[in-house]
């Protein structure tokens, strides 16, 4: 067995990157890199999907510094400490192959005001078959931990909303795999 088909208690989540909107109906498309001390690599999927909200953004959900994607852009052998980004623990014991294709739930609000910013999200995942549902796992996650908070200076700042940006928004789609580091 290899490391796609074993299962872990111990997967974290985090949302790389993610850009979407609604209008009553909109929809999303979302980065999603995994880790687990049972698993020798980062899986990354890709979760699209649709449903009903207000508002958008576009960037990262939870507080990877723009920063660090300008410094890699500029120097390709710059290496962001991903360790330190915003890992979700889940609930729920799954595997990369149960992950893929797999059911992708998000609700998700948020607010901001130039480098003041706050946005609670919960992803669950749920393998469908024809005539069942199965729950894979589930997590819950709060930007800032301690909210309210100030953010960092602008170009840190986790998200892209313009000046002062809010929205809410329930979508459901497709997780699928894209690679790994």
């Known amino acids: 067995m290899g490391w796609w088909e ?3 208690s111990r997967w974290e989540c985090c949302v790389v990157a993610q850009m979407g909107g609604a209008a ?4 999303g498309v979302f980065f999603l890199q995994w880790r687990s001390p049972d698993v020798p690599v980062k899986p990354v999927f890709i979760a699209i999907a649709g449903g009903a909200g207000v508002g958008g953004s576009i960037g990262s ?7 660090d994607v300008v410094r890699q852009l500029i120097n390709p052998n710059f290496h962001p400490p991903t360790d330190s980004y915003g890992w ?3 609930d729920g014991t799954c595997s990369c192959r ?6 992708f739930s998000i609700v998700s609000a948020g607010a901001s005001a130039i480098v003041v910013g706050a946005q609670v999200a919960s992803l669950e995942f749920n393998d469908v078959g024809i005539f069942s549902t199965r729950f894979l796992c589930r997590t ?4 800032p931990p301690n909210l309210p908070s100030f953010g960092r200076a602008l170009y840190e700042a986790p998200q892209i909303q313009g000046g002062l940006g809010a929205g809410a928004f329930a979508f459901t789609g497709i997780a699928v795999y894209i690679g790994a580091s």
Request: aromatic residues 4%; without cysteine; proline residues 4%.
């Open 61 to 67: 959900a939870v507080g990877i510094p723009y920063a």
């Open 140 to 143: 819950r996650i709060t930007i």
């Open 6 to 8: 074993a299962r872990s």
């Open 88 to 90: 979700s623990a889940m």
């Open 24 to 27: 009553v109906l909109g929809g």
């Open 98 to 103: 149960d992950l893929q294709r797999s059911s």
